[in-house]
């Protein structure tokens, strides 16, 4: 579900966050750094769940006007049980592995908030970002991706799929996890050499002008170069100019593009970029 991207954006969020808070505490952000993750899968399953709960106030909704206003509401909605015979819709509702998942977590975020369920009910997700929003932190930037994902595997589905589809895996596998700690750790327990070497670079910059996220992106990126040997260089530098794009100021890419380009030349006359693996060109 989550790509390296979206984990280098954690880790950014994690240093970023310990930036402003000042706490140099390592354990505290790894922990920061797997609640975040595993936060972004509760919102996936919150999202999909809403979908049930819509289903379930649908059903009401109809089994309740049908007994006072049946000959009306047949007029007025000739096609009033469309929404609940949607064969996509049914797979979730009926869907074991998907309840259970949301037993396991206790997540009963919509039987304590059923008014946000009426909300969407009645306006079509106006206002639901507001509780996103005010629950997690982290969800504002989660937001975006899990509706894509959820889009996506909307429209993958089909009456073959299993169970499993709807409770996808968070991660491709352990080595992700592994990844997120490792580029944070060595990011942070490094923070004084990189901020040295993104200096002699910038010699004519002082160091407060450079953007909070810039000075992140830099430091992760040059942790990338020249403690990850499994990661090729053009891969590392593309990630974090398109993070940049999208978290930091809009001269934020160029700037740090022509950064990391003074570095990889250094780096590859100096020995430092010991690259290892297939597709390392």
């Known amino acids: 579900m989550l790509t390296r991207r979206q984990i280098r954006v954690k880790v950014m969020q994690c240093i970023y966050a310990l930036t402003l808070s000042h706490d140099e505490s390592l354990e505290k952000q790894k922990n920061f750094l797997r609640i975040s993750i595993d936060n972004t899968y509760i919102l996936y399953l919150l999202v999909v ?31 009033k049980e469309k929404f609940l015979n949607n064969a996509i819709l049914k797979q979730i509702v ?38 996103f929003e005010d629950d997690k932190l982290t969800w504002v930037d989660d937001i975006p991706l899990v509706n ?10 089909n009456k073959e799929y299993s169970q499993s589809f709807f409770v996808p895996k ?55 170069l020249t403690g990850f040997s499994s990661i090729p260089e053009r891969v590392t530098i593309n990630e974090y100019l398109e993070i940049a794009k999208e978290y930091s100021t809009p001269k934020s890419s160029i700037f740090i593009n022509g950064i990391l380009d003074k570095l990889v030349k250094e780096y590859r006359i100096d020995g430092k970029l010991k690259k290892t693996g297939r597709g390392l060109l």
Request: proline share 1%.
């Open 49 to 79: 769940s809403l979908l049930i709960e819509l289903h379930r106030m649908e059903e009401n909704f109809i089994r309740l006007s049908a007994k006072k206003y049946l000959s009306e509401n047949d007029e007025k909605y000739p096609n």
């Open 94 to 131: 009926n869907n074991s592995l998907l309840q259970d998942e949301l037993v396991k977590r206790k997540l009963k975020n919509w039987d304590l908030h059923e008014d946000y369920v009426k909300i969407v009910f009645n306006e079509i997700k106006k206002r639901i970002y507001e509780y």
């Open 148 to 157: 894509t994902f959820v889009l996506k595997q909307l429209r993958k589905v």
């Open 170 to 224: 968070l991660l491709k596998d352990t080595d992700d996890m592994v990844f997120a700690n490792q580029l944070l750790t060595k990011t942070l327990l490094n923070n004084k050499k990189f901020e040295e070497e993104i200096q002699i670079k910038t010699p004519n910059w002082d160091k407060d002008r450079i953007a909070d996220i810039d000075a992140i992106l830099l430091k992760m990126a040059i942790c990338e």
